[in-house]
């Protein structure tokens, strides 16, 4: 079974200035998914990034990038500028690559972000 | 593309009586899941259909859960004598499937508050 840990309950941050959450994750898998979901107090979970396994290349969306570090299994998010909008509870997920539960998402606790003005 | 659509949004009812949510997903996608959130805590998959087939369910449904996928379109969970404990948000959510569906839509959610 796949496990996925954020270690930060909680962060705070000043508006313009980045931050990074951290996520460590557990799997015997070696093709796999990674995505950072966030989710506003309007609750509805929105996809921030999704990273590929087997693609060593960061992904980047905008402000938003990670940093894969399959071998530690490792994968945080940074939000560079970071904005009031940005406040929110930001999960960690994890997606097998293929079989019986491809496609099931694994999550992890949540990193409540404050961005402060 | 309307997104992933759920209602009701809220839900409140008395402990002993049964709820049911719908959920219509994105139009072309043919998987559909649920997901239960609590106050806090991160989703937890409950179940998902590939068209109308349900493949998967998790420990978490119990025998008073039911979801259904009639035709392959939208997607009904029933909670039937409901108890306090299951007060959540449930979360539906569509994707097409691997390779192409490795990212998952979900919608607002409904919550379900039993008293």
Not at chain 1, 12 to 29: G, K, P
Not at chain 1, 41 to 46: A, L
Not at chain 1, 108 to 117: F, I
Not at chain 2, 11 to 26: A, E, L
Request: proline fraction near 4%.
């Amino acid at each position: 079974a796949q496990t996925v840990t954020q270690s930060q309950p909680e962060m705070s941050v000043q508006e313009a200035e980045t931050v990074t959450l951290s996520c460590t994750y557990d799997t015997s898998e070696n093709n796999y998914y990674l995505f950072w979901y966030k989710q506003p107090p309007s609750r509805q979970m929105i996809l921030v990034i999704r990273q590929e396994a087997y693609k060593q290349q960061n992904a980047t969306e905008n402000r938003f990038s990670v940093n894969f570090q399959k071998a530690a299994k490792s994968f945080s998010l940074k939000i560079s500028d970071s904005q009031l909008g940005d406040t929110a509870m930001y999960f960690c997920a994890f997606m097998k690559h293929r079989g019986a539960s491809g496609s099931r998402l694994t999550f992890g606790e949540g990193t409540q972000l404050t961005v402060n003005p | 593309d309307t997104g992933v659509s759920q209602n009701p949004r809220h839900k409140i009812t008395k402990r002993g009586q049964n709820v049911t949510f719908r959920c219509d997903p994105i139009s072309e996608h043919n998987r559909l899941y649920w997901y239960r959130q609590t106050l806090g805590q991160g989703p937890e998959f409950l179940t998902y259909f590939q068209n109308e087939a349900q493949l998967e369910k998790s420990r978490l449904l119990s025998d008073r859960f039911s979801a259904e996928r009639p035709k392959g379109s939208f997607s009904t969970l029933e909670i039937q004598r409901t108890e306090q404990g299951d007060s959540a948000m449930y979360l539906c959510a569509s994707s097409l499937p691997l390779p192409s569906g490795n990212t998952i839509y979900f919608g607002e959610g409904s919550w379900l508050t039993v008293v």
